[in-house]
């Protein structure tokens, strides 16, 4: 099976980027199979992704990244070069609530999420059973109101010792730490069920509900310090009228979350999600 390097990049725009970044790939004999790009005219960005195909350039990642590094300085270049052989670590956390959790874990097993999962984090028991049937280590880590910072030195301890590359809160209900949120930034994904920036924070549905809102959403986003507010990676909507109740925008609103949270997840695996301050560019 062939495997890629991703390459991605954000710098300055400027004119011969692409020449200079293509031409250095094909004087490697390299094969370009995807290639991506977006001018932020506004704010005078330019933002790139590259796949290509690894046995084509006759080096490993590492020498890549060697030689790559003086056009990235040319160009004041923030930029990664991933090799898809490398299987990235995701650690899932959640609650009680089941339904996002359960989701990512058949996409899994299906094959449609190229990562490992070395563990799920939970406040309660309610999910040991379904994640340990699939085969993956269950950690309860209960927080108490009186000991929220034990709990979330707890709950860091873990991440780290399950290696993990990113954390996604599938119906995690709790608010992380400052800390925590800064150590994986970039790195820690969130499903809110609501089409944010409308109806932050706790029971969105019902705040539609009694907004008499005609759509509602779920917004997937990576996690910072200030609650429900950090970069957009992915949302969706589902239509509702006078005739539904709460419970009704609960129930539709499940499907969206699990759909909105895989996608979200999956184009952030693939390096298709790049962050520029409090938005994101997604070559999805």
């Known amino acids: 099976m062939s495997h890629y390097y991703r390459l991605v990049v954000s710098c300055p725009d400027r004119v011969g980027i692409v020449s200079r970044v293509s031409g250095f790939i094909a004087g490697h004999g390299g094969s370009i199979t995807e290639a991506s790009q977006h001018s932020d005219l506004q704010a005078g960005r330019f933002f790139m992704r590259y796949e290509i195909l690894a046995d084509s350039i006759g080096m490993d990642a590492a020498a890549l990244r060697e030689a790559f590094a003086p056009v990235a300085r040319e160009f004041d270049m923030q930029w990664a070069l991933t090799d898809t052989r490398r299987r990235p670590r995701v650690v899932l956390m959640a609650s009680r609530e089941s339904h996002c959790l359960v ?41 108490p109101p009186g000991d929220k910072a034990g709990a979330f030195a707890e709950v860091q301890r873990r991440v780290e010792e399950a290696g993990a590359d990113s ?3 599938a119906r995690y209900m709790q608010i992380l730490p400052p800390a925590l949120c ?15 920036p409308s109806f932050a924070g706790a029971k969105p549905y019902h705040q539609a509900y009694e907004r008499g809102v005609k759509l509602i959403g779920a917004t997937c986003h990576y996690v910072t310090e200030e609650l429900d507010a950090g970069p957009i990676i992915e949302q969706d909507i589902h239509r509702v009228s006078h005739c539904h109740t709460p419970g009704d925008l609960v129930r539709f609103g499940r ?8 996608r979200g997840l999956r184009w952030h695996l693939e390096d298709r999600v790049l962050i520029h301050g409090n938005k994101t560019v997604v070559f999805a």
């Open 167 to 169: 954390v996604v809160l």
């Open 103 to 143: 989701d990512l874990l058949y996409r899994w097993t299906a094959g449609e999420l190229d990562c490992d999962i070395p563990c799920v984090i939970s406040n309660h028991e309610d999910q040991r059973g379904l994640v340990e049937w699939h085969g993956i280590p269950y950690h309860h880590v209960p927080v």
């Open 255 to 262: 499907d969206v979350e699990k759909a909105v949270l895989a």
């Open 182 to 196: 800064e150590r994986y930034a970039g790195r820690l994904i969130n499903i809110h069920h609501s089409f944010l």
